[in-house]
């Protein structure tokens, strides 16, 4: 069976173990693959060895919470989507969340289709991303989006978030064209989700801050105010991987 056809295999860590095992056979009634693990530490040792394509946490956990554990993986280079579950859905909450690493916030009580819908849109970008994955030239940077690996300009060598390399790729996508908030909402986390369009400002300086000869007067990475972004690169730099 090719990756392509394979049930997307996904992780639940929560502590409510009646709930963790619910969620589970939902999973596993729509076709996926699904584990469970008990707490934060459990979660990060089995997101080490397993391989999967989603892992769905439990904020409010002992010793390790949900979102020590995702800024763990992310430390670690786990780049696997995170959806959070917890019973605070204030925005300051969300933003936290989404800050740690985190792809979606969904928030408790929530009706079993909503899980399933958020589940499906997450796995749908990952898959938009990996389908369409390839290299990047421009301004004497590489960026490998397979690998999340980049060469700046400079000579340093960066590995770059998930979150990072998914909006590079929209922007490389559309290059010389401007690329609304909206659309890099939608693409990336999911419009619905995230409270604030600040977040992708933050995202845009750290790139800069990686690619750009001078990061207060960007030659490629631009703020089109009050729109969106446009990158602008050389001819015949998005090309396909070999």
Same mark, same amino acid.
């Given at each position: 069976m090719s990756a392509e056809d394979r049930p997307a295999k996904i992780l639940v860590v929560d502590d409510e173990v009646h709930l963790a095992a619910g969620i589970r056979e939902n999973l596993l009634a729509e076709g996926y693959v699904?584990?469970?693990?008990?707490?934060? @530490?459990?979660?990060?040792?089995? $997101? &080490?060895?397993?391989?999967? *394509?989603l892992i @769905?946490? *439990?904020?409010?956990?002992?010793?390790? +919470?949900g979102l020590e554990l995702c800024r763990a993986? &992310? +430390?670690?280079?786990?780049?696997?989507?995170? !959806?959070?579950?917890? @019973? #605070?859905?204030a925005p300051e909450d969300r933003i936290l969340g989404l800050?740690?690493?985190? +792809?979606?916030?969904?928030? =408790?009580?929530?009706? &079993?289709?909503e899980l399933l819908l958020r589940?499906? $849109?997450?796995? #749908? &970008?990952? =898959?938009?991303?990996? *389908?369409? $994955?390839a290299k990047l030239h421009f301004?004497?940077? /590489?960026? *490998?989006? !397979? /690998?999340?690996?980049?060469?700046?300009? +400079?000579? #340093?060598?960066?590995?770059?978030?998930? =979150?990072e390399a998914m909006i590079l790729k929209l922007l490389a996508e559309r290059a010389d064209a401007v690329v609304d908030r909206e659309d890099i909402l939608d693409k990336v986390w999911g419009y619905e989700v995230f409270p604030s369009t600040r977040t992708i400002d933050n995202f845009i300086v750290r790139l800069r801050r990686r690619f750009e000869r001078n990061p207060e007067t960007p $030659?490629?990475?631009? /703020?089109? #105010?009050? @729109?969106?972004?446009?990158?602008?690169?050389?001819?015949?730099?998005?090309?396909?991987t070999s």
């Open positions: 699904a584990e469970t693990a008990a707490n934060g @530490v459990e979660g990060l040792r089995e $997101a &080490r060895v397993g391989s999967f *394509d @769905v946490i *439990d904020v409010a956990m002992p010793e390790m +919470d993986l &992310r +430390d670690e280079g786990i780049e696997t989507p995170v !959806l959070f579950l917890t @019973v #605070r859905g800050e740690a690493g985190g +792809d979606d916030y969904l928030v =408790k009580p929530f009706h &079993r289709q589940i499906a $849109a997450i796995l #749908r &970008r990952t =898959k938009w991303y990996n *389908d369409s $994955a301004g004497g940077n /590489t960026v *490998d989006f !397979l /690998t999340y690996r980049a060469h700046a300009w +400079d000579g #340093r060598e960066h590995v770059l978030t998930h =979150k $030659a490629h990475l631009h /703020t089109i #105010r009050g @729109v969106g972004y446009r990158l602008t690169r050389e001819p015949e730099t998005l090309a396909a």
